[in-house]
């Protein structure tokens, strides 16, 4: 099955600074997400994209869903230790169809203080 | 508001035996899913269900079953455990299938299987 291309595979920074990470695809999709995930937990949705070219703010998290629609950007500022945690995306290339969503491998995310 | 929950969260095998990861989410939602968690693999879709008593295959089936006898229900079942299944499993939902948002999925806290 297809994977997307998360990048960085992961990221060691320091509180305070901006994180920027972001996930590629060969193939076209409908509506980009981007999921966290905290050690011991389930992925939680951070935010949903649904138009090429959109951005889309959720307090320090801004996602943008690439012109091409093969592509995605997550940008976080001014990080903090509640940062860490591993980062997905994910791609749904058909509305309406739960069942053809594909995620990233993810961006293991380190906060230091 | 207990969400989806999974249950057992940990769980060793021995290779051969059977065992089911049980999955139980109380918001009335039509769409559930069984994914793998493997490190650099992402979340794999195993198995998912759009509706009692409809299931389908993901990506990657082979080695397990399941059934949607309930809307609240949808257990995963390993009939014969492989070392090749030793991974974290995460169950998820959402409330429609229809929705054009319908990535946007609620996970399970995840159980860990260790098959040795």
């Known amino acids: 099955g297809q994977q997307l291309n998360q990048s960085p595979q992961s990221m060691f920074i320091q509180e305070g600074e901006d994180v920027s990470m972001n996930c590629t695809s060969s193939?076209?999709?409908?509506?980009w997400l981007w999921y966290k995930q905290e050690p011991g937990e389930g992925p939680v949705l951070l935010i949903a994209?649904?138009?090429?070219?959109e951005l889309t703010s959720n307090g320090r998290l801004t996602a943008q869903f690439g012109i091409t629609r093969k592509d995605s950007f997550l940008n976080i500022s001014a990080s903090i230790p509640s940062d860490v945690g591993i980062y997905f995306c994910?791609?749904?290339?058909?509305?309406?169809?739960?069942?053809?969503?594909?995620f990233g491998t993810g961006t293991r995310l380190q906060v230091t203080l | 508001n207990a969400g989806v929950t999974q249950t057992p969260k940990f769980q060793v095998l021995k290779t051969g035996q059977s065992m089911t990861l049980q999955c139980a989410q109380d918001?009335?939602?039509?769409?559930m899913s069984w994914y793998r968690q493997d490190p650099g693999m992402g979340l794999r879709l195993i198995h998912y269900?759009?509706?009692?008593?409809?299931?389908d295959q993901g990506e990657v089936p082979n080695g397990y079953n399941v059934s949607r006898s309930t809307t609240e229900d949808f257990p995963l079942r390993l009939l014969s455990a492989a070392p090749s299944q030793t991974s974290v499993y995460f169950c998820?939902?959402?409330?429609?299938?229809?929705?054009?948002?319908?990535?946007?999925?609620?996970f399970g806290e995840g159980s860990r299987l260790t098959v040795l």
């Open positions: 994910a791609g749904q290339r058909n509305t309406g169809t739960a069942s053809k969503l594909t």
């Open positions: 193939s076209i999709f409908n509506t």
């Open positions: 994209l649904y138009k090429a070219g």
């Open positions: 918001m009335n939602h039509e769409y």
């Open positions: 269900s759009v509706g009692a008593g409809i299931t």
């Open positions: 998820a939902s959402l409330a429609s299938t229809d929705r054009a948002v319908s990535g946007e999925l609620f």
